[in-house]
């Protein structure tokens, strides 16, 4: 089956500093990745999307210029939190999709703020 | 716009039992269907899916889900439950138009007691 890893898989940084999570499609080309967040005990609310080559469309009420998404090749989107706050503390998970309807997941980045 | 609900916060059955995690949807197309598990701090790991066929799917470690049109219901099922199958359940949706990301269900806590 298709693999997503994610790098870092916990992080913990401080106040004002800008931290960057890698997810990586292993062994299929991801033309589409979405990237969710997670609060303890809620489900996963979808941050942005992003397609190879163009901008990432993000949801409404996520900050473009906080949560900075680049998804320069086929197997490989980055999300960077910067100016990193306290709230901003969460589990992140991306997830990849090719040309089928298949979503594959990411095991997660715990980011704690402090 | 999509919606999934997930009703019960969380579920109790005693080991042996049958189990059934609750799923309704609303899409404005046809409905893609999906079911994970999260255990904790963990990524998401996929259950199965209803795509198009049988409305009754079969799934990993023992799963199934029963597609119902009328009522879009989508309910997680398994005949005899194991302690290890203690975790967060989550059910998801898209529809069959161009966008792609999932929309979740808040999640349901399932409970195995021995």
């Known amino acids: 089956g298709a693999v997503v890893s994610q790098h870092p898989s916990r992080v913990i940084c401080k106040s004002g500093t800008s931290v960057k999570i890698e997810c990586r499609s292993l062994?299929?080309?991801?033309?589409?990745m979405f990237w969710y967040r997670q609060f303890p005990k809620q489900s996963l609310m979808l941050m942005a999307t992003?397609?190879?080559?163009?901008?990432?469309?993000?949801e409404q009420g996520v900050e473009k210029d906080k949560f900075l998404i680049n998804h320069a090749s086929l197997t490989l989107s980055t999300l960077t939190v910067t100016s990193a706050h306290p709230e901003d503390s969460s589990f992140y998970i991306c997830?990849?999709?090719?040309?089928?309807?298949?979503?594959?997941f990411g095991p997660g980045t715990r980011l704690t703020v402090t | 716009a999509q919606s999934v609900a997930q009703p019960e916060d969380q579920v109790n059955v005693a080991e042996g039992n049958p189990l059934t995690v609750k799923c309704t949807y609303s899409?404005?197309?046809?409905?893609?269907l999906f079911w994970y598990v999260q255990y904790p701090n963990r990524g998401l790991q996929f259950l199965l899916k209803?795509?198009?066929?049988?409305?009754l799917v079969k799934g990993s470690y023992g799963f199934e889900a029963e597609f119902n049109k009328s009522q879009t219901s989508f309910h997680l099922k398994k005949p005899s439950a194991l302690v290890s199958d203690s975790a967060l359940y989550f059910c998801?949706?898209?529809?069959?138009?161009?966008?792609?990301?999932?929309?979740f269900g808040s999640g349901t806590r399932l409970q195995v007691q021995p």
């Open positions: 997830s990849a999709s090719g040309e089928s309807y298949e979503q594959y």
């Open positions: 062994d299929f080309q991801a033309t589409t």
């Open positions: 992003s397609n190879e080559g163009s901008k990432a469309t993000y």
């Open positions: 899409v404005s197309g046809n409905p893609y």
């Open positions: 209803y795509i198009t066929g049988d409305n």
């Open positions: 998801a949706v898209r529809d069959d138009t161009g966008r792609r990301a999932l929309t």
